[in-house]
């Protein structure tokens, strides 16, 4: 029997670049669980795309459905849109994120997913909670380091000036 998983997901910056974080709400039935990171430098969009990776990583059998909902349009758009798979032919040329891409991608086909998009700060309960959970997570004491933006993202912007 296949699975069913409604996932929300969430990702701030402060400044962009700044500090970041992610929230996520996993529902399966009555069952609800949480998750959140904070990274010390790192963009709105990749936390974004980071919420959504870090949840579908969390789903253990292959084949779930998993609704995911989120307020970005750069993840929902990408794919419900399929640019993103343009992209992967293109090898990321000239896109952002392609380490977060690609995991992404690796992730998603072992799945059945569907993205809703949903306006942001629109009293939808579980989107308020993955907000808070990610500003919440960008506050850490401890933060990690976004290894791939501070490799890929730096360096980019360094040989473009």
Excluded at 20 to 45: C, E, H, P, W
Excluded at 86 to 115: A, I, M, Q, S
Aim: contains cysteine; charged residues 30%.
């Amino acid at each position: 029997m296949s699975q069913k998983i409604t996932i929300y997901t969430d990702g701030a910056a402060r400044g962009n670049p700044g500090p970041g974080g992610y929230g996520i709400v996993m529902k399966q039935g009555d069952y609800r669980k949480t998750f959140s990171a904070g990274y010390r430098l790192t963009t709105n969009n990749r936390m974004e795309l980071l919420a959504v990776i870090v949840a579908l990583e969390k789903l253990r059998i292959p084949q779930t459905s998993a609704t995911v909902y989120t307020d970005s349009r750069y993840v929902s758009d990408s794919i419900e849109k399929g640019w993103l798979f343009d992209w992967e032919k293109k090898g990321f040329k000239k896109k952002k994120n392609p380490d977060l891409w690609r995991r992404f991608l690796k992730v998603y086909r072992k799945h059945k997913v569907k993205f809703i998009w949903v306006k942001g700060h629109a009293n939808i309960p579980e989107n308020e909670t993955c907000d808070k959970l990610a500003v919440d997570a960008s506050y850490e004491r401890n933060l990690k380091e976004d290894k791939g933006y501070t490799e890929n993202d730096q360096q980019d912007l360094f040989n473009n000036s």
